[in-house]
């Protein structure tokens, strides 16, 4: 009985990312053995920092404590609209509310472009002693992102896995948020190390769940399959999924085209097979990719547009998805 309880303990203390063969962040041997050498792990784990709780989790639970509704958005696919989704919804939760306070974390540390997309390149961030203050965009909207820390948007961060998750984890427990009703968070493509750490921070923050953005075609969703099973394995909740430049209606014509045709049915019957949520279809609008381009908000510009409206709707659903009783 010993034996056994001793290995449930070790096995316990393995990451589910790690390589094969770990010996676990608690052991003697953690980053010292050769199943070790090439994990972004190891020097931590070598230096004994692993064994003990992350102090981070407690700052960022407090930090985060008057943030009512953390929202991930996610996908295993990159190139689907994750950023000009983000963006979307953001400017829809604040601008549909006006008391409602609003906030955009850039977590996609090598790509950041919500700078752009809401329209803040070339501001900067200030400290003061209560933490960063972040960009504002309105009166209750705020961004930030690690675009406001680069002397150029040309500069290129090239970091390992550690030094990224410590960006993140600042940004989640040094940033003065203040009191919020939703933070949006948007991340880079995949299921690796910038996801982990916001898994890991937020869960101990009461995070709300994730949407999960894919497009029509098999090659997405064989990613956002995966980005599901991700969510399951990491116990984050999820809201939704979003088809997303789900057709292309033309903006004279008002002609409807399939860009990526569905050839599996698409998001609703992928996410009726996983038993998740469907949040609704957005068309593919040029315009759109041209306010993000310059930073404007399609929503308010081109009212009329079936993206717009499509959008609209879809926010009522993941506003009530947030807000319903016991989804906190």
């Known amino acids: 009985m010993y034996v056994l309880a001793t290995l449930r303990m070790k096995m316990a203390d393995i990451p589910s990312n790690a390589p094969e063969h770990c010996p676990g962040t608690q052991s003697e041997t953690a980053g ?38 953390k929202i991930l958005v996610l996908s295993g696919k990159g190139g689907v609209g994750k950023s000009t989704f983000t963006a979307l919804l953001a400017r829809g939760l604040a601008a549909s509310d006006p008391d409602r306070n609003v906030a955009v974390l850039d977590i996609d540390i090598c790509g950041p472009s919500m700078p752009r997309v809401m329209g803040v390149m070339g501001e900067q961030v200030h400290q003061s002693g209560s933490g960063w203050s972040p960009v504002y965009v309105e009166d209750n909207l705020s961004v930030m992102s690690i675009g406001f820390l680069l002397s150029s948007p040309d500069d290129a961060i090239i970091w390992r896995g550690p030094k990224k998750n410590g960006m993140i984890r600042q940004f989640l427990s040094e940033v003065d948020w203040g009191s919020l009703d939703y933070l949006v968070i948007d991340t880079p493509p995949g299921t690796s190390d910038e996801h982990l750490s916001a898994a890991q921070y937020l869960q101990a923050a009461d995070l709300t769940g994730a949407i999960i953005l894919t497009t029509p075609h098999e090659v ?18 999820i809201l939704g999924v979003v088809e997303n430049m789900a057709a292309f209606v033309c903006p ?20 009726q097979e996983l038993g998740v949520p469907f949040l609704g279809r957005i068309p593919l609008d040029p315009r759109l990719a041209r306010s993000c ?36």
């Not at 230096?47 to 639970?61: H, K, M, Q, Y």
């Not at 399959?225 to 969510?231: A, M, S, T, V």
């Not at 930073?295 to 807000?323: H, I, Q, R, Y």
């Open 32 to 69: 010292k053995v050769s199943a070790c050498q090439g994990c972004p792990n190891q020097s931590i784990c070598s230096s004994g920092a692993a064994r003990g709780p992350d102090p981070g989790i407690e700052l960022v639970r407090n930090k985060l404590e008057d943030v009512k509704y």
């Open 293 to 328: 381009d310059e930073g404007t908000n399609f929503l308010t510009d081109v009212p009329d547009s079936p993206a717009t409206m499509a959008f609209s709707k879809l926010l009522e659903g993941v506003v009530k998805s947030c807000e319903a009783p016991g989804s906190s």
């Open 252 to 271: 004279k014509c008002k002609t409807e085209t399939d860009i990526f045709p569905a050839k599996t049915g698409g998001a609703s019957k992928m996410a």
């Open 220 to 237: 997405a969703l064989l990613d956002v399959r995966k980005e599901i099973d991700f969510c399951r394995k990491v116990n984050i909740p």
